[in-house]
């Protein structure tokens, strides 16, 4: 054989690889607690999934299990995607508890305003001191949800002093931390057990956004609802993250790595957060239609509860430091980036 002649074999090969690389079709397998109407799904996710098929031709798509189809429990999630379970998870890494401290800072209590700004903040907060937080795993995004209350069944709450007693569930560390600080017993469990557990007595209530509450029809297991003012940053947050498997983007195409970035990071951490504050009022609505009663926390009220729960930022900041990293700063930073963009 001629060298020329191999030479053209060889580029014939390399040619129809790249074609067949070109032309790859990829599904990614997307896991999440959600019930399939909730609004994080719908309003968040499914419009991520559109947009990278459109823009890929259809060769890369979603295919997506709600309501923990894949098995596992929520507090799972994170690692089916780090593990390559499934290529993406919807979810909150407050779930695990302690185990992404340094995210933690935006479910500190009365840090966040608005869903939007919290978002944009998080995900600048995580290229700055975050990624070395996710091995195994390519956040997408990280979003904030929007204001979290308190909810309960048999009795309103209006002051620090009727917490004492009370069994309440909140879904991350910091927000047990929140409520032990008021004075409640807190009960951690994923979003799932919360219903069943209202009913049975097992909690007397919960912290939650609007945003959920239907999805989950949990306005028709409680009657009151304590609301902070709106001049004041919320009384808690959460914070979620579209994880995806890293070896599974490693192993993408160019350019289907390409949309995955183009349709991924601040931008869609920022619609993610809007979609949560528009998400509030649609969300409150069925708990006024059924007649629940709503007390708004008086401002010199809350800033009792400001005031009780204000050791958790200096424990945050004081474990920060116990890590190597400067806790304080962090904190400020976070604080700026909330003001920047509110």
């Known amino acids: ?199 049975k007595g097992t909690i007397d209530g919960f912290l939650l956004p609007w945003e959920i509450i239907p999805s989950v029809k949990l306005h028709e297991m409680v009657k009151y609802h304590t609301e902070t003012p709106e001049s004041l940053p919320a009384l808690y947050s959460a914070t979620f993250i579209l994880a995806m498997n890293q070896a599974k983007y490693d192993g993408l195409p160019a350019d289907l790595k390409a949309i995955v970035d183009k349709n991924s990071g601040a931008a869609l951490s920022a619609a993610a957060g809007k979609s949560w504050d528009e998400s509030q009022q649609p969300g409150r609505k069925p708990a006024a239609d059924r007649g629940n009663t709503f007390y708004a926390l008086p401002a010199s009220e809350t800033e009792n509860w400001i005031k009780a729960s204000a050791p958790l930022h200096d424990e945050w900041v004081a474990d920060m430091d116990k890590r190597g990293l400067p806790g304080k700063q962090m904190l400020q930073d976070a604080k700026d980036l909330l003001k920047k963009y509110k």
């Open 1 to 199: 054989m001629t060298t020329r002649r191999f030479q053209l074999i060889v580029a014939a090969g390399a040619a129809a690889l790249s074609l067949g690389a070109a032309a790859q079709e990829v599904t990614l397998k997307v896991h999440h607690f959600w019930p399939p109407g909730a609004m994080p799904p719908n309003k968040v996710l499914q419009p991520w999934c559109d947009k990278i098929a459109a823009d890929s031709g259809n060769r890369m798509k979603c295919q997506v299990f709600p309501a923990m189809q894949l098995g596992g429990t929520p507090p799972q999630l994170i690692d089916q995607a780090r593990d390559g379970v499934v290529d993406i998870a919807f979810t909150l890494p407050g779930y695990t508890a302690g185990r992404f401290p340094i995210m933690e800072v935006f479910e500190l209590p009365f840090m966040n305003n608005t869903a939007e700004a919290g978002s944009k903040a998080a995900w600048d907060f995580y290229t700055k001191y975050g990624t070395k937080e996710f091995p195994g795993i390519k956040p997408l995004m990280f979003a904030i949800h929007d204001e979290g209350y308190v909810h309960t069944r048999d009795k309103p709450v209006k002051t620090l002093a009727d917490f004492k007693g009370m069994k309440m569930r909140a879904p991350t560390r910091q927000t047990n931390k929140l409520l032990a600080a008021l004075g409640a017993a807190p009960v951690g469990m994923p979003l799932p057990a919360v219903a069943d557990a209202v009913s």
